[in-house]
């Protein structure tokens, strides 16, 4: 089993939608999260950084940690063409500096 | 103001041959990393460097070297190049441990024919 699973998708939305993406994990010692969006030949960029449990919120996008049930989210609302892209989610444990990627999901959002 | 640059940006090369890629990054960090992300986008760690000294070095086939001659530079020599070596090779730094935000560079395409 993977210590980081994401489905791969593509996942196809209407301009409009909103998006759910979700990552599951196995290791209980990861304390930090994070989503990056990766779009085509280029690097990953940070888009949302979470600390232990909880939500955040960033203009469109909200990120969930549920710690208990090993399950992040990023919830992308009114989603835009520009969304389309491979969502990356990664994980660190506290005080380390390895950091675990999923697989990525590739979003299409269609105008 | 590029924050972390690579070059090449694109490198085609024969198989047995020797090559580098070299990083730099100028947002004054203390940590730098190597990724490897493969035709399926799984990006995984190969090595990190913090204050220059070697800090992780995942199961790499030891035809990677990493050097790191200052806070700001990550180099990666590759020798007797694979054709399983294709991928496209990323570089990273963040300020200290996990949990810290890792900055990207833009990749390097490497492809091994």
């Known amino acids: 089993q993977k210590e980081v699973e994401q489905d791969p998708g593509p996942l196809s939305v209407p301009e409009g939608a909103i998006v759910s993406l979700n990552c599951t994990y196995s290791?209980?010692?990861?304390?930090?999260f994070m989503w990056y969006r990766q779009y085509s030949r280029k690097g990953p960029e940070l888009l949302m950084y979470?600390?232990?449990?909880g939500n955040k919120e960033d203009g469109r996008f909200t990120a969930q940690v549920d710690k208990s049930s090993k399950y992040i989210s990023l919830f992308i609302r009114d989603s835009q063409p520009s969304d389309s892209a491979t969502y990356l989610c990664?994980?660190?444990?506290?005080?380390?500096?390895?950091?675990?990627f999923g697989t990525g999901t590739r979003l299409k959002v269609l105008a | 103001d590029t924050a972390v640059s690579q070059t090449p940006k694109y490198l085609v090369t024969q198989m047995g041959n020797d090559k580098s890629i070299k990083c730099e990054q100028n947002?004054?960090?203390?940590?730098m990393y190597w990724y490897k992300q493969d035709s399926k986008k799984f990006l995984k760690i190969m090595f990190s460097?913090?204050?220059?000294?070697?800090?992780i070095n995942e199961t790499v086939p030891n035809r990677f070297s990493p050097k790191s001659p200052d806070k700001a530079h990550l180099n990666l020599h590759i020798n007797s190049l694979e054709l399983g070596d294709s991928a496209v090779y990323f570089c990273?730094?963040?300020?200290?441990?996990?949990?810290?935000?890792?900055?990207f560079g833009p990749g390097t395409r490497l492809t091994v024919l």
């Open positions: 979470t600390y232990s449990s």
């Open positions: 990664a994980m660190s444990p506290s005080g380390t500096y390895k950091y675990i």
């Open positions: 290791n209980s010692a990861f304390q930090y």
């Open positions: 947002l004054g960090h203390d940590t």
């Open positions: 990273a730094s963040s300020q200290a441990s996990g949990g810290n935000t890792q900055y």
């Open positions: 460097y913090n204050n220059k000294e070697l800090i």
